[in-house]
């Protein structure tokens, strides 16, 4: 009797692996049954803590699996109307319009509880008769003579399938099937991230406060009519591990504390009161790595997504929006070159799936390589704040000066700006054609961070030839 296998398998149910089983569904014409989600926790549960903010990038992905999981999602979140920048004492740096980043309303931000975000995936997931197997966390992938793929469960069992995603986040097993182990680097900075149930002060958006004296800064968004999120970054002593949801006991406590640290250094209250009326609040350790330059494995069998891939650090608000990036050119793939673009049924042969994982890492690692990297300068842009007053003066000029110039920061805009399909589609033409070079990143990134480095030496002189004549006018009056 020949032996029970599915033709996909995904270790890990968290926003990637979910998007995934649904894109599968939908574009590459696999039947429910074919499709099996394997997640390490015991189940979601409601009111977890924490939340993100979801772009346009990532919305268009949403949107292609089907409009109808988009409105869940949107119902589920709270849209932003605009993005402003705050010194720690309350001052307002700058104000950009939210739709600046884009102009189709269906894909403004929002930003939602991850948890509303994982149930509306997991609902969708369930109508499509996807089963999400939970308790069973991979522990070890291998590649088989036979062409299979064997994945081996913590409880001993084992599953065997055609293709295996790894959708196991930061400290994928998957992985290691294809680059061995990798341990990423702690950053230095903790935050405490929670929700609150407080009317919202900061206004109907997402907030930056950055400390002028302390190396601490946040971000606030709401996430419902009367529910705001709190990131407050700080630097801290090595954690343990990335996530670490605290007891409702202790979270109250490490709010309090960081309260009045914050307090004492002067922050006004509207970013005080989130933080002292915190209900589920979670510590997460900020680790990094430089993302692998190889995400496939196995002969084209083991495939790695979303934080399994490349983990960001969360300043820029990429880091699930390039999973979900991730789904969208993997699934378009998939389709055109393992579906013959939907005239047939999915065929995960090893030519086509070689195809596939070329044009994926091509696509992939120079797309998200500067968005992450982009995110890491965003935060040392933020901690270097408090070490001199003049880079602050500069950082905050710099940022008034590129939203009345480009309507909010650049760095912001290639990020949501990003539509998998043209860039896919741009490639398959482009490699039909006999052109090998792949259809670029996709967007200007880098030349947009020079950008930031040039708008930052502009206003340093700006900076300069101001201060040289107002010192200029002082003296001459004395005279
Ligand atoms: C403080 C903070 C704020 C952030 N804010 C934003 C934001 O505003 N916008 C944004 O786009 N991104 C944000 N991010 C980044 C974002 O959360 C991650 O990039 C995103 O969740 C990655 O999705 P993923 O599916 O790859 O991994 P995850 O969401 O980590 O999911 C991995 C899943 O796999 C499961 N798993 C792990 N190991 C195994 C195993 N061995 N077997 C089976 N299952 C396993 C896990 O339990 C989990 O459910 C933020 C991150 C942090 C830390």
Redesign the pocket.
Known sequence: MSEPEATVLI?????????LALALRKHCGLAAGEIEV????RS?NDNAG??????AN?LRVLRDISPELLAAVRKAGYPYECRRWFRHDGTQVACARESELCDEPDLQSI?IR?WKL?KVLCDAAADAGIVVSFK????SVVKRADDRVEVT??DGSTRVARLVFG????????REAVVGQLAADFTGVT?L?GAAHVPTRIGRGISFPSSRTTKNHG?F?PTGDDEQIF?LYFPAKEVDD??GTLTAEEGRLECAQLAERLRADGWDEKFLVPLENAEAV?R?G?FAREPLDVWVGGGGRIIL??????????YI????????E?VGVLTRLLKIYCCADGARPFDPSDHLLARVSEAYQQLRIPRVTPVLRSSHQLGKTQQRRAESWWYNLCREWEIWLNVCRHGTLPIMKPGAAYDFRVHVDKYVHDKDKGDASGGGNGDEVAVVDEGGGRARAAVGLLTAAAAAATVALIVARRR
């Open positions: 270790a890990g149910a968290g926003i990637g692996g979910l998007c394997f997640e390490q926790s979601f924490g939340a993100v903010g979801l772009y990532g930003g991850r994982q069973m966390r991979a522990e469960f913590k959708a196991d986040g930061l400290k994928s097993k998957v935050c991230m971000c968004y990131q990335a996530w979670i997460v900020l997504l979303g934080d399994a891939a490349h983990p960001p650090v969360p608000g990429q880091g699930a929006m390039m999973a979900m991730d």
